[in-house]
């Protein structure tokens, strides 16, 4: 069983940043490819960033392309979600998961763990 833990939420105001990270008990952490997913208040779970295994390959949800950037430390079995320019649609509970599948990083289905999350709430 991987566990997976968040922190770094908070509450900022429009237009600033914040990193959240996940910190993984895997010992082969870098044989998953780790995504970041939100939930917002009365909305679905959707899709935030993801990256492969390496971490030279991410993909970006369009509403976040340019302001989000994903990154992972495999030495410390961490990966990390920088927000900048936040806005308050980005207000959500942000969770970190990892998946064994190399393709699809935006389907929630392909991924197998996922952390508790952690609220990000962005004020105007």
């Known amino acids: 069983q991987v566990q997976l833990v968040e922190s770094g939420g908070g509450l900022v105001q429009a237009r600033d940043s914040l990193r959240v990270s996940c910190a993984s008990s895997a010992r082969t952490f870098s044989m998953y490819t780790m995504g970041w997913f939100r939930q917002a208040p009365g909305k679905e779970r959707e899709f935030v960033a993801a990256i492969n295994r390496s971490g030279g390959g991410t993909l970006y949800a369009d509403s976040v392309k340019g302001r989000f950037t994903i990154s992972r430390d495999n030495a410390k079995n961490t990966v990390y979600l920088q927000m900048n320019i936040l806005k308050p649609e980005d207000t959500a509970v942000y969770y970190c998961?990892?998946?064994?599948?190399?393709?699809?990083?935006?389907?929630?289905?392909?991924?197998?763990?996922w952390g508790q999350g952690t609220q990000v709430t962005v004020s105007s």
């Open positions: 998961a990892a998946s064994y599948y190399s393709s699809n990083y935006n389907n929630e289905g392909t991924y197998v763990y």
